[in-house]
């Protein structure tokens, strides 16, 4: 398994690092679409859509996201007020309507819920493909500057959590996570972008165009609010799965699970982060 899990890991950060840095910004374009049209396609079978319907919910994102990309040599034809709007209904969604769900746990794959989550996600999963061309297209070093704060996060919230963790975060949704975790994920985050802004590493890159919008303290705020966003992700995806009761969202990645096992906390904060930007 292990073996496995290293060379799923190994072939996609090949292809992921050779579409980021290369001088053609529409073949990032359409590999991140090509994930998410994946993505959509766990999150109808969560939603427990079955026979064609996954495949249809899947096709209508990607027409969505083709019609979005064609012809252009930026990566999008989104307009920077459809891109707000866009980035605005993500923000509505994992800062409003998700803190509910995590309080109410209505059950998500029947009904109004359903529905609404099928809508909403295609607005979702186009808000997160918009953001990250959006990254790409102020250079490599920004968006996997930006990307990395989802990563070190998860990495710092793994090691601590197995380290340290006692006090469980949500039990119910991911026994797994705990508030340790949490806090290390955020500590080990700002310790890294203290870094980079003070020793101007890898610049221009997120962090410093966020520090001089934002200032400093700013940008460790906002930063952090990025983090604790990625969690929200993380653990609804979690509930998805659990009310789905399946353990991967599919297994599309061998030793991996599904796309969305691995972008699930991914999908709140990069919209989120070009917002604040």
């Known amino acids: 398994m292990l073996k496995i899990r290293t060379v799923t890991a190994a072939v996609l950060l090949t292809v992921f690092l050779l579409a980021t840095f290369s001088p053609s910004i529409q073949l990032f374009s359409a ?10 396609w766990e999150w ?3 939603l427990r859509l079955t026979r064609s319907a996954p495949f249809i919910y899947a096709g209508l994102v ?21 891109s707000i709007g866009l980035y605005k209904v993500a923000a509505i969604f994992w800062l ?11 059950v998500l794959a ?6 609404f989550l099928l ?4 607005m979702l999963f186009v808000a997160a493909w918009q953001a990250l061309v959006v990254a790409r297209s102020h250079g490599a070093v920004f968006v996997l500057s930006l990307l990395s704060i989802v990563w070190l996060a998860d990495s710092g919230a793994y090691f601590a959590g197995r380290q340290f963790g006692s006090h469980k975060l949500a039990p119910s949704i991911s026994p797994g996570k705990t508030w340790e ?8 985050v700002l310790v890294v972008v203290i870094g980079a802004l003070v020793t101007h590493a890898f610049a221009p890159n997120f962090f410093s165009a966020y520090a001089a919008h934002l200032g400093v303290v700013g940008t460790l705020i906002a ?6 966003t990625s969690v929200a992700g993380d653990l609804f995806e979690s509930l998805l799965k659990r009310q789905a009761g399946v353990k991967d969202s599919s297994a599309l990645l061998p030793g991996h699970g599904g796309i969305l096992d691995r972008i699930d906390a991914l999908l709140p904060a990069i919209p989120l982060a070009m917002l604040f930007f």
């Open 181 to 188: 975790g949490v806090v290390g994920g955020c500590l080990l």
């Open 110 to 115: 029947t009904g109004v819920w359903r529905w």
């Open 119 to 122: 809508v909403v996600g295609i």
């Open 44 to 46: 109808a079978r969560l």
């Open 31 to 40: 590999l991140i679409a090509c994930v998410l049209v994946l993505a959509a």
């Open 96 to 106: 409003g309507v998700v803190p509910f769900i995590f309080i109410r746990r209505p």
């Open 223 to 228: 930063i952090t609010g990025l983090v604790l």
């Open 62 to 82: 990607a027409a969505v996201l083709v019609w979005s990309m064609a012809g252009s040599s930026a990566g999008s034809n989104i307009s920077p007020d459809m």
